[in-house]
């Protein structure tokens, strides 16, 4: 056990917007980064299909390669189905949830936008979130299908044109109270790989939140006093399906200190 890997589980390459800041916290930890590629996007799926799908493959991850503890670094796949993984597994399970909280604490004009997947903004656990902790806010919602998708071809080093940052941002700030908004969740992961993107197509100061950091410190926290001696700080992408989108993600990978692998 005292080597056994901290596993980063995501629909694809949004976890590495979690990855980083617990590497920072946990250098010395073996990583095991997990994208489903096979399933991905989860943000257009049905709640039935990823309440289903995550829970197994998780299953299998974790008799491959025994971890000490696993994130679910996907709000969708956390607000679906984590407490269904962690009734199968054995295992300390940290999910990721739309940072409302820190949003409505940071924002002056009282109006935060959440920016998702279309799973994610739909569930009651997002109304639950904003009941409770921004109760004093308007909250906007939109659910992007697309920008997951976005942000991986920009990992590939693909030319992604500014007006498609510009129609994502268009769809909180050209509701109601729209004009208003100060503060935006990044309610998927994908999305602060894209963070500065999205800032230059707000046209307008903005505050962009999103809960890696406080993913990190739960982690930190839950492995505290883990024993890492004689532990190499490995990583380790594995892919569950095999193609060109995968092979050209290498280079982003390889200048995170992860090598690729295949399910």
């Known amino acids: 056990m005292t080597c056994a890997p901290v596993l980063v589980f ?8 979690v990855l980083g800041p617990i590497r920072a916290a946990l250098p010395q ?11 991905f996007p989860y943000g257009s799926k049905s709640e039935a299909e990823i309440a289903a799908r995550v829970p197994a493959l998780l299953g299998r991850l ?39 909280k820190p949003a409505a604490e940071a924002t002056q004009t009282k ?3 959440v920016l998702g997947t279309p799973a994610t903004v739909r569930q009651a656990y997002v109304d639950n979130l904003a009941a409770e902790f921004a109760s004093d806010c308007v909250v ?7 920008l997951a998708a976005t942000a991986e071809a920009k990992l590939r080093g693909e030319t992604v044109p500014a007006e498609d940052y510009a129609a994502v941002m268009a769809g909180l700030t050209d509701q109601p109270h729209g004009a208003d908004m100060d503060t935006v969740v990044l309610a998927c992961t994908h999305f602060p790989l894209v963070e500065e993107e ?39 992408a594995v892919f569950t399906a095999r193609d060109e989108k995968s092979a050209a993600l290498a280079p982003a990978l390889a200048a995170r200190g992860l090598d690729s692998a295949y399910l």
Do not use: K
């Open 10 to 17: 995501d629909s694809g390459m949004g976890g590495l917007s």
């Open 29 to 39: 930890s073996p990583i095991v980064y997990v994208a489903d590629n096979a399933g």
């Open 62 to 100: 974790t008799e491959r390669y025994r971890p000490r503890l696993i994130v679910i670094a996907c709000n969708t796949a956390s607000t679906i189905a984590l407490a269904h993984v962690r009734a199968a597994l054995d295992v300390p399970v940290v999910g990721t949830v739309p940072a409302i």
């Open 111 to 113: 109006v935060i936008g």
């Open 140 to 146: 906007l919602r939109h659910g992007t299908p697309d």
């Open 198 to 236: 999205l800032a230059a197509a707000a046209r307008r100061p903005m505050r962009f939140v999103h809960g890696g950091q406080g993913i990190a410190r739960r982690v930190a926290h839950l492995l505290q006093g883990a024993d890492w001696t004689g532990c190499e700080p490995t990583g380790l």
